[in-house]
Structures are given as structure tokens and as C-alpha cells.
């Protein structure tokens, strides 16, 4: 593989004490490759799904308010990893990732978002909570041609379950499995434990 990859830091891990070392350990003992860090919405995006339980709010206001707490998580991440390049445009982005050497970027998805990509089969993203990070790294990881998409987690994915079934019990958000490119492989990592379920080529 010789192409970008794309990390999704997740939510839970934000307040983990051993965050800071345990990526750069990790991070350090993958190949040297172009890589797009995004971060999930943590105890942010947890408050606003409390919210919208106790008051109904409108499902796409939701989804858009919790779109821009993930601008707010990238800025944290880049604050956290201050040798990772922040970056909120897509076109320069896809500019930066030609760069040599390779370099780690803490992005925010916003601005990516308010295009209104499409996931690889054409369908649009629902702005609802079938969709989370998860999903988001995905489309980004097939706009850029990515080969993998990495998701850092704080459990294991078992090695019988499918991604159908991770997203059953809501290790991944119910849309991944239809949001997947063919060509990206997808790696689930206990970035607690080091424990990782490689799932190969998507359906």
C-alpha cells in the first residue's frame, strides 16, 4: 500500500490519561505513510445525544451541531499532537497529502462535510445518529483514495464478528457497513490494549 490512510480517534478515548503516549507508540510503529487524523465527538457530542433525549431536537440541527463539536475535537487532537499539521479546507487537504515526507494531519471535517459528499455507492450521508465519525472517516477515506481506514477504539472488535454485526452493538455506527469503499481496508484498534481485528478488502 502506498496511499494516504485515514485514522478515526475515537470519542471515548479523548479523556483516556495514556491518549497522548499510547497513539505516538502506536503511530510510531506503522509504516511511514501520509495520515489523516480525525477525531470523534467524546463527552462534546455525548452531551448534545443526552440532550436531544431529554428535548426531541430536530434530528438535523443535531447532526449539524454535533458536525461542528468535531471541529472543535481536530483542534483539540492538534493541541494534544502538536507535531500533526491542523487543516479545515479539503482542497488543501488533498494538496498537503503530496507532501514529502509524509506528514500527520489533525482535520476537521466540517467544511468536507458542507459539500455534501457521497458515500463510494452515490448514496447521500444521513444527517441523523446512524451516522457518526466512523462513517465520516470512511467517505473521507474514499474522496482521497485512501488504502486503509483505521478506527482507534477503546475495545476489541471480536475475531467472529462481522462489520454488520459491530455495528449491530454499536462498536461502529448502524451506516459503516454501507459506507465503506471496496478498496479500503479497515482496521478496528483497542488503542488501550493494542488488540486489532484487520477485516481485509470491504464487501
Not at 478515548?13 to 477525531?39: E, N
Not at 481536530?74 to 488543501?92: G, N, T, V, Y
Not at 457518526?132 to 467472529?160: M, N, P, Q, W, Y
Request: proline share 7%.
Amino acid at each position: 500500500m502506498s496511499g494516504p490512510r485515514v485514522v478515526k480517534l475515537g470519542g471515548s478515548l479523548i479523556d483516556y490519561p495514556g491518549l497522548v503516549p499510547a497513539f505516538r507508540d502506536w503511530f510510531l510503529s506503522q509504516p511511514l505513510r501520509a495520515t489523516v487524523l480525525i477525531a470523534g465527538g467524546g463527552p462534546f457530542v455525548d452531551a448534545v445525544r443526552r440532550l436531544d433525549r431529554r428535548h426531541a431536537l430536530e434530528p438535523n440541527d443535531v447532526h449539524w451541531l454535533c458536525i461542528r463539536l468535531l471541529d472543535a475535537t481536530a483542534r483539540l487532537i492538534h493541541m494534544l499532537f502538536p507535531e500533526s499539521e491542523f487543516c479545515d479546507r479539503q482542497e488543501d487537504l488533498e494538496r498537503r497529502l503530496r507532501a514529502v515526507p509524509p506528514k500527520l494531519f489533525a482535520y476537521s471535517v466540517e467544511q468536507f462535510l458542507q459539500t455534501r459528499p457521497r458515500t463510494p455507492s452515490g448514496a447521500p450521508i444521513p444527517e441523523d445518529w446512524s451516522v457518526t465519525s466512523d462513517s465520516i472517516a470512511a467517505v473521507l477515506a474514499d474522496r482521497i483514495g485512501a488504502d486503509e481506514l483505521i478506527l482507534l477504539k477503546s475495545a476489541d472488535a471480536a475475531s467472529h464478528e462481522t462489520l454488520d454485526d459491530l455495528a449491530r452493538r454499536g462498536y461502529v455506527d448502524e451506516f459503516l457497513p454501507h459506507t465503506l469503499a471496496r478498496a479500503t481496508r479497515l482496521r478496528c484498534v483497542n488503542l488501550r490494549t493494542g488488540r486489532e481485528r484487520v477485516f481485509g478488502r470491504a464487501r
